[in-house]
């Protein structure tokens, strides 16, 4: 399985330069987090992938996009790999608003507010990132999946932090080293 972090938004550019919440709900991709997702599209076409798997959140569902434009390839919405809520840009938006921007995703799964409603324990995230790679290590083709998620599910599934756009290989067969903390 290869894990992709979203790219770059403007949260992330603003946040990173500061370090203080800049209260932008659910944002989307920067003209640089456009180009970090055609990388990684290009880089996926290297790659036996025939599937991509994406947080509900914009900025996952546009950088899966982007890489399912380059790949060809189909995108399907799981709210396991979304990040933990702990700044503005983890408000998410809800599922029928989503279904408008993004008619050719299907989003009937998901509860209209799939996002946890408060700070969400870090304890939470490790519950619903353990659940995921159970169900992944099970799959018969995890090895064929692309996952477009974020730092934090990331690092709870590998011990291991990215950078917008970067592309993780994990096998969900493995219990990572450190799954958090």
Known sequence: MILIRHGQTIFNLHYGQSRIDPGVADPGL??????QARAAGEALLAEDVAEILASPY?????????????????????????ERVGFSCDTGTV?????RHFPDLAFEHLDEQWWHP????????????TLFRSRMAEHPEWHRIAVVTHWGVIRALTGLTAGNGELIRFDPTRIAARIAG
């Open 58 to 82: 914009r900025r996952t569902i546009e950088t899966a996009s982007i890489v399912a434009e380059v790949t060809g390839l189909p995108v399907r919405i799981e709210p396991l790999v979304r």
């Open 118 to 129: 408060e700070e969400e324990a870090e304890a939470l995230l490790v519950e619903r990132c």
């Open 95 to 99: 599922s029928s608003d989503l279904a």
């Open 30 to 35: 920067t003209e640089l987090g456009r180009e």
